[in-house]
T-cell receptor
């Protein structure tokens, strides 16, 4: 596709359920980032994939959060046992030096 | 500590006026600095990217400056339009020669009024 695609665009889930968020990066981009943005807040770094290197997971807020990137392309962010404080917009970005392009995000609401 | 500070937090201007947004950073090692525009409910869109050797770059009515010595950047918007209403985010890349780690400022929320 022409840009970074994220799905779903909106997700409402019950507290305690698991959710999976998907990111389709721009074809050929080796770098992929996940961020989250809470209402009225700045972007919070979650995880960074660069090629075949081990991902930088330093931003994941708890062990309920995990992400994988299969075949160096599509990435899935998984949140287990969701909590209300997980409600946010989750943004994915992909890039090649020096650009980083963002998707439109997935708005997650935990009720 | 690697940080990016933006000011003001929010700004209201009249259509047609100019404005300048500020970004100070303490990121090291510095790789590049970008300004993004984020419309409400949308993902950020890149406006400019500047490396260490560049001190000004324009994109239409947007002009970014970079002073690598003082670790300051500004984004100047000329002849503002209603569509400029958005959050403007300063992002500094840490590390050399690769994507490294992006350090985000919290953004300046700009409102352009008719």
């Amino acid at each position: 596709g022409a840009g970074v695609s994220q799905s779903p665009s909106n997700k409402v889930t019950e507290k305690g359920k698991d959710v999976e968020l998907r990111c389709d990066p721009i074809s050929g981009h080796t770098a992929l980032y996940w961020y989250r943005q809470s209402l009225g807040q700045g972007l919070e770094f979650l995880i960074y994939f660069q090629g075949n290197s081990a991902p930088d997971k330093s931003g994941l807020p708890s062990d309920r959060f995990s992400a994988e990137r299969t075949g160096g392309s599509v990435s899935t962010l998984t949140i287990q046992r969701t909590q209300q404080e997980d409600s946010a917009v989750y943004l994915c970005a992909s890039g090649e030096w020096p650009e980083a392009f963002f998707g439109q995000g997935t708005r997650l609401t935990v009720v | 500590k690697n940080q990016v500070e933006q000011s003001p937090q929010s700004l209201i201007i009249l259509e047609g006026k100019n404005c300048t947004l500020q970004c100070n950073y303490t990121v090291s090692p510095f790789s590049n600095l970008r300004w993004y525009k984020q419309d409400t409910g949308r993902g950020p869109v890149s406006l400019t990217i500047m490396t260490f050797s560049e001190n000004t770059k324009s994109n239409g009515r947007y002009t970014a400056t970079l002073d690598a010595d003082t670790k300051q950047s500004s984004l100047h918007i000329t002849a503002s339009q209603l569509s400029d209403s958005a959050s403007y985010i300063c992002v500094v890349t840490r590390g050399g020669g690769s994507q490294g780690n992006l350090i985000f400022g919290k953004g300046t929320k700009l409102s352009v009024k008719p």
